[in-house]
C-alpha cells in the first residue's frame, strides 16, 4: 500500500467518501475525549472569588417560602462552576477551593490532606461515618470555615463541636438530632442554625443563650415543646422560624429580644402569649395562625413597626383591641376564628390595604362600612 502523501492521514487509493465517513467516526470520537482531558484543568483554573461571609440580607427574603422548606440555604447555586463537587479535584488545587459539596459522597472518615484547604470558606458534607468526633478535629483546623451544612443519618453532634467557633452559618437540618450539645454555646460567632424538619428534635439546651451574635434561628418541623429561658440572652436574634413544630411555651424572657423583626410560630399548640410580648417592639411580621389563642396582650399597641400579622385560625371570638394602635400594619388575617363583627377602629387604620375574614361569619353591616370608609382595600374571603 503506497505511503500516505502530504502528510495526509488516508491513503491516496481510499474513496473520498470513505474519507468522509473515517473523519465523521474519528472526530466523533476524538472531540469528546479531548473535552474530557480539559475538564480537570478548566476546573481547576477557575478564578475563585473570595466568597462572602454569612450574608443577613439573603435569610430576610421571603421569610415565609420557608414553611415549606425545600432545602432553601445560602450557598452558591449548584450550577455555579466556582463549586467544588469533587474531592479528587478539590485535593488537587487546596488552595483554590473555597465552596466545597461532597453532599453525595459517603465517607468513613476524611482524609488528612483535607487540612490543606486552608481557603475552604462553604462546605456541605455528608456525616454518615463514625468517627464523627476526629472528622471535626479535621474542620476545626480550617481557618476559613465559614459556613457548615451537614446532612445523612446523624443522631448526635459530639461535644467539640464547639471547637467550630469560627463558624456562621450551621446547616443541621432533616438529619435525626434529639438536642444540641451544651457545647454550641462556644460557638460564639453563629449568625445561623437551621434545624428544620428534625423530627426528633426535643429541646434546646440553656447554653444556647451564649450565642450572642445569632441571628436566625430556625427550627421548624422538630417537636420542641418549650423554649428555654436563656434565649433571652440572644440578644441579636431578627428572625425565628418555630412553625409546625408542637411549640406551646413562650417563656417572658423570650420578650427580651429587642432586635427580633420576623417571628413565624405558625400551627403550633400556643394558647398563650407573654403580658410582655409588646416590648419586641422591632417586629414586623408576626404569624401566629393555628394556634389556640383566645386573646391577645394588650401590650401589642406597643407594636408600632408591625406590618403583617396573622391571628388566623385560632379560637378568638373578636379582634383584638390591642392592634388598633399599629398604625404600619398593612395586611391582617383573622380568617378561621369566632370573629362575627368587626369593630369601626379597623377603618381607622391608614395603612391597613388588605384583610382576610370569614365573609359567611361577619355582620355584613360591618363590612360594608369597612368598604365605605376604605374603598381600596382588598377584602379576601377564605370560605
Known sequence: ???????????????????????????????????????????????????????????????WRWNSMLGYFPFTPNRDPKI???????????????????????????????????????????????????????????PQLRVLTLSGKLNELPSNIGALNQLQAL??????????????????????????????????PSEIGGLIHLEHLDFAGTRVKELPASIGKCKNIRIITANACGLQTIPDEFCKLEKLENINFGYNDISRLPDNFGDLTALVSVSLGGNRLTEIPESFNQLENLFYLDIARNKLKEVPNSI???????????????????PKEL???????????DEEKINKDDIAYLKEIKPDIFIIDEN
Open 324 to 342: 388598633f394602635n399599629c398604625n404600619r400594619m398593612t395586611q391582617l388575617w383573622i380568617h378561621k376564628n369566632n370573629i362575627k363583627s368587626l
Open 1 to 63: 500500500m503506497p505511503r500516505p502523501s502530504g502528510g495526509a492521514i488516508f491513503p491516496n487509493n481510499i474513496h473520498s467518501s470513505y474519507k468522509m465517513i473515517i473523519s465523521t467516526t474519528y472526530l466523533r470520537f476524538l472531540l469528546p475525549c479531548l473535552f474530557l482531558m480539559a475538564i480537570p484543568k478548566i476546573i481547576c483554573a477557575q478564578e475563585m472569588e473570595p466568597s462572602e461571609d454569612y450574608d443577613k440580607e439573603a435569610f430576610v427574603k421571603e421569610d
Open 347 to 357: 377603618a381607622e387604620m391608614d395603612a391597613l390595604n388588605r384583610i382576610l375574614l
Open 171 to 204: 446547616n443541621l437540618s432533616r438529619l435525626q438530632l434529639k438536642t444540641l450539645p451544651k457545647e454550641i454555646g462556644q460557638m460564639k460567632h453563629l449568625r445561623y442554625i437551621r434545624l428544620y424538619n428534625n423530627r426528633t428534635f426535643r429541646s434546646f
Open 84 to 142: 467544588f463537587n469533587s474531592m479528587y479535584t478539590a485535593l488537587m488545587r487546596p488552595e483554590d477551593v473555597q465552596i466545597l459539596n461532597i453532599n453525595d459522597l459517603s465517607l468513613d472518615t476524611l482524609p488528612d490532606e483535607f487540612t490543606q484547604l486552608i481557603h475552604l470558606r462553604e462546605l456541605r458534607l455528608r456525616m454518615d461515618f463514625e468517627k464523627l468526633d476526629e472528622t471535626i478535629a479535621i474542620l476545626s483546623q480550617l
